[in-house]
């Protein structure tokens, strides 16, 4: 297991992490094509502006819509891209990853179940078509600490649990940015052009939605919990927050609308304070926003009953519930 050396926010030069990113990983590809999944987060933002400064158009970048993301997000992030002259491709996986959840309820089969679908099924399938053996992940130092550590298995970690990607897969990872954590990032991200919304953007996890979804992540629940994401984002919008979700709850519980009693779904919503994503607090929210956020919720995501508010630390709690 190869030790990574950590490069703080502090110690991080931009323009020399750049010019030896870029330069490393032309090295790695020689003229060969490299493949890379752009999510729309800072970490594979990065990533993408690395690989199209070293490779141009060698770098054949994807978005991979799994059914599983927010509202919107796939064209938001292809039109950013746009003005940004790199062109990224949409696949419709919707389908693949939902036969892929179906029935699972225990958190790790789930994240596994995503990994093995992106990773064998669909990326495999675009690699194979592409020609591509090199593959740039966005994987920050987190993610290895986390993973390492067994807290979770995180979606993009395989050498350092000794899988090997080219056995497993079929090609070979590059990681640019396995040296940083989070605010390291983004400074990157800020110099490589990016534009604000995307260099401070709030985080979000790979499996997506489905990490906000306790039990089954199905087309039903993944809708209904997106609905309540797309309230929460428009009304923390402009807080100073880390990170803010709505979690779809497994259990019904009663209530009551119309005075009929209601067996219903509930909503808990988190929003953290955080540097790094290692330790979050809860952040203290006036209660007028929480209310708007209930009344909101209750009224617009059909059948949710019950909204509450997270106020558990990190640890013992992780921000995503799955
Ligand atoms: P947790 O839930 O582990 O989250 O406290 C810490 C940060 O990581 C994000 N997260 C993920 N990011 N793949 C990712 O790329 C994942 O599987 C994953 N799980 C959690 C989470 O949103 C938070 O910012």
Redesign the pocket.
């Known amino acids: 297991m190869p030790a990574v050396k950590e490069i703080t926010v502090s110690q991080l030069d931009t323009k020399e992490f750049i010019k030896e990113k870029v330069s490393e990983i032309s090295r790695i590809v020689g003229s060969g094509v490299a493949i890379n999944a752009l ?1 729309g ?1 800072v ?1 594979s933002s990065a990533v993408t502006m690395l690989g199209y400064m070293a490779l141009g158009e060698r770098l054949k970048t994807y978005f991979i819509d799994n059914g599983i993301m927010r509202e919107g997000e796939p064209q938001q992030i292809v039109s950013a891209f746009k003005k940004l002259g790199v062109n990224v491709q949409i696949i419709d996986a919707q389908d693949e990853f939902f036969r892929a959840l179906a029935g699972i309820t225990d958190p790790e089969e789930k ?1 596994e179940a ?1 990994t093995q679908t992106f990773y064998k099924k669909v990326f495999g399938n675009l690699v194979k078509q592409s020609g591509a053996k090199y593959l740039l992940q ?3 130092l ?2 290895v600490d ?1 993973t390492v550590a067994g ?6 970690v395989f050498e350092q649990l000794g899988i090997d990607p080219q056995e497993a897969f079929g090609y070979k990872i590059i990681e640019p940015l396995v040296q940083l954590r ?1 605010d390291g990032v983004r400074k990157a991200a800020e110099a490589l052009g990016l534009p604000l919304s995307i260099y401070n953007r ?6 997506a939605l489905s ?1 906000r979804v306790i039990g089954e992540a199905t087309r039903e629940r993944i809708a209904l919990v997106r609905k309540a994401t797309s309230i929460v984002e428009e009304e923390l919008g402009s807080i100073i927050a ?2 803010y ?1 709505a979690i779809l709850h497994n259990d019904h519980v009663t209530g009551m609308r119309d005075n009929k009693r209601e067996f219903g779904q509930q909503i808990e919503i988190r929003c ?1 304070d ?1 540097i790094d ?2 330790q ?1 607090r809860p952040t203290q929210l006036p209660f007028t926003t929480l209310d708007k956020l209930a009344q909101r919720i209750v009224t617009e995501v059909p059948g949710v009953v019950s909204v509450t508010y997270n106020i558990a630390t ?1 640890p013992p ?6």
């Open positions: 999510s987060g970490d994240r995503i966005g994987t920050i987190t993610d986390e807290i979770k298995r995180q979606h993009n989070k709030m985080p979000f996890p790979g499996p990490a880390f990170q979700m953290w955080s994503a290692r979050a990190k709690s992780t921000m995503e519930a799955v």
